[in-house]
T-cell receptor, first 115, second 112 residues
Framework: KAGVTQTPRYLIKTRGQQVTLSCSPISGHRSVSWYQQTPGQGLQFLFEYFSETQRNKGNFPGRFSGRQFSNSRSEMNVSTLELGDSALYLC??????????????FGPGTRLTVL | AQSVAQPEDQVNVAEGNPLTVKCTYSVSGNPYLFWYVQYPNRGLQFLLKYITGDNLVKGSYGFEAEFNKSQTSFHLKKPSALVSDSALYFCAVWTGANNLFFGTGTRLTVIP
């Protein structure tokens, strides 16, 4: 099976712009989670989607949003970019089989730089 | 709330020596604990997990971790370090909100 893919791998934007990142989960996985990784804050959970519905959300401002399509692919959008949004954005997919935890498989990430 | 802590930002070890990367946890109920590794410009790679069962968990690349309930620890270990083990290591716990809470990471450097 192919792993989790994220596009683009690298992105440079300027303050005030918006950006959309894409994540394709492992075939058959219906859960997609997004994480932000920065040197100062470490790895932080953004949100999780399952069957096109946001199931859980971390503590991020409303500028961060996402969606999931019927094929389980997910996009993450950040509007009105700030310098502090520069980070590695990681996507993880999971089978969400109903066990009390959902094994997560991570993609390579999208490195966003805001100038 | 579920959380983990990694008390060491940096661990240096000589090649061939045993290595330990520390992790302590704070959870209510039974913890689901994980170790991930991150190489430069790469995503996170799963190493091992503790769900239930034996306290000594064996994982990928010769790594193992010991779950210690009395000390609330889940330290990552390897008997003989390789230079290629140099990377960033994250301990994580599965939260009730269907996501992983990560520690701050420990950078392991194996010195030739």
């Amino acid at each position: 099976k192919a792993g989790v893919t994220q596009t683009p791998r690298y992105l440079i934007k300027t303050r005030g712009q918006q950006v959309t990142l894409s994540c394709s989960p492992i075939s058959g996985h219906r859960s997609v989670s997004w994480y932000q990784q920065t040197p100062g804050q470490g790895l932080q959970f953004l949100f999780e989607y399952f069957s096109e519905t946001q199931r859980n959300k971390g503590n991020f401002p409303g500028r961060f949003s996402g969606r999931q399509f019927s094929n389980s692919r997910s996009e993450m959008n950040v509007s009105t970019l700030e310098l502090g949004d520069s980070a590695l954005y990681l996507c993880a997919s999971g089978p969400s089989t109903g066990r009390s935890y959902n094994e997560q498989f991570f993609g390579p990430g999208t490195r966003l730089t805001v100038l | 709330a579920q959380s983990v802590a990694q008390p060491e930002d940096q661990v240096n070890v000589a090649e061939g020596n045993p290595l330990t990367v520390k992790c302590t946890y704070s959870v209510s109920g039974n913890p689901y604990l994980f170790w991930y590794v991150q190489y430069p410009n790469r995503g996170l790679q799963f190493l091992l997990k503790y769900i239930t069962g034996d306290n000594l968990v064996k994982g990928s690349y010769g790594f193992e971790a010991e779950f210690n309930k009395s000390q609330t620890s889940f330290h990552l270990k390897k008997p003989s370090a390789l230079v290629s083990d140099s990377a960033l290591y994250f301990c994580a716990v599965w939260t009730g909100a269907n996501n992983l809470f990560f520690g701050t990471g420990t950078r392991l450097t194996v010195i030739p």
